[in-house]
């Protein structure tokens, strides 16, 4: 079974600063989505990024960008120029690419704090 | 509607009491789940259903969870005999199935509370 870790239950950042949230995943899957999702207050999670994992290139939207290594099963995720806007629950997923069991698998997540 | 819906947004319950929660998916997504969310935790996998496939009940906690799914339309999730560690937020989403980039759209959520 697949499993997602989130290894820091809460991170904080000035505003305008950068942040780096980690994640490190376990599969035995060469073909495999990655996800960042962004749940506020509000409790709706919405997608920040994704990555496919045939891709080499890493996903960027905007502000944020990740960090994909394969090899080290790992997927961090870079918020450059912090807004105050950013500070939410931030969770890692894994989805399959193909066959049964698609649902995502979730980190514990990680609490984002931005300073002013 | 434009989003994932999900009624109600609050229920409190006595224990011993039935629920059931709503979700009314995109219109044209094919697949749609169902999660709880603890207090302060993440995501746990309950259910699945893919167009007219067999659901995927893999994640469900006990038999006193069950859902139900017309169609690909509404779904609902029902929780009988509450008991106090049934207490969460209980997401659902739905994506366009299988052939997709693999992103899912949730709703808000309804927010269980067992006394």
């Known amino acids: 079974a697949q499993t997602v870790t989130q290894s820091q239950p809460e991170m904080s950042v000035q505003e305008a600063e950068t942040v780096t949230l980690s994640c490190t995943y376990d599969?035995?899957?060469?073909?495999?989505?990655l996800f960042w999702y962004k749940q506020p207050p509000s409790r709706q999670m919405i997608l920040v990024i994704r990555?496919?994992?045939?891709?080499?290139q890493n996903a960027t939207e905007n502000r944020f960008s990740v960090n994909f290594q394969k090899a080290a099963k790992s997927f961090s995720l870079k918020i450059s120029d912090s807004q105050l806007g950013d500070a939410a629950m931030y969770f890692c997923a894994y989805r399959r690419f193909s066959g049964s069991a698609r649902q995502l698998t979730f980190g514990s997540g990680t609490q984002l704090t931005v300073l002013p | 509607g434009a989003g994932v819906s999900q009624s109600p947004s609050n229920k409190v319950t006595e224990k011993g009491k039935d629920v059931e929660l709503r979700c009314d998916p995109i219109s044209g997504h094919t697949a749609l789940y169902w999660y709880r969310q603890r207090l302060g935790q993440g995501l746990e996998f309950l259910i699945y259903f893919q167009g007219n496939s067999a659901p995927d009940k893999s994640g469900l906690p006990s038999d006193r969870f069950s859902a139900e799914r017309t169609g690909e339309s509404v779904s609902t999730l029902t929780i009988q005999r509450t008991q106090q560690e049934d207490s969460a937020v209980y997401l659902c989403a739905s994506s366009l199935g299988v052939v997709t980039a693999g992103e899912l759209f949730f709703g808000e959520g309804s927010r269980l509370t067992v006394l």
């Open positions: 990555q496919e994992a045939y891709k080499q």
């Open positions: 599969t035995s899957e060469s073909d495999y989505y």
